[in-house]
């Protein structure tokens, strides 16, 4: 098994670079959702915008239950916890 890949970078050296992708993506899809929806009243959205926020929340379903062992009964049961 190799050490280094063919730019000589360990496997920790790509898992932290891509952590730091991943953080930096997430704060990017953070603030793109909060420039188009926030404050919601003012958005002007529609049902196309549910239908948008819709596949956005799916996507990030199947993310987390790739990540883990969470079922996406888990997951939606925490969902509904965290909005009371």
Known sequence: MA???EKGQ???????????DIGALLDQIGQELNARFKP??????DWT?????GRVRENLIETLQGLCAFSREEIEATLAEIRG
């Open 10 to 20: 360990t496997a920790a050296a790509v898992c932290e670079e891509r952590l730091g």
């Open 49 to 53: 915008s549910a239908g948008d926020l």
């Open 3 to 5: 050490t280094k890949n």
């Open 40 to 45: 919601i009243e003012e958005a002007g959205v």
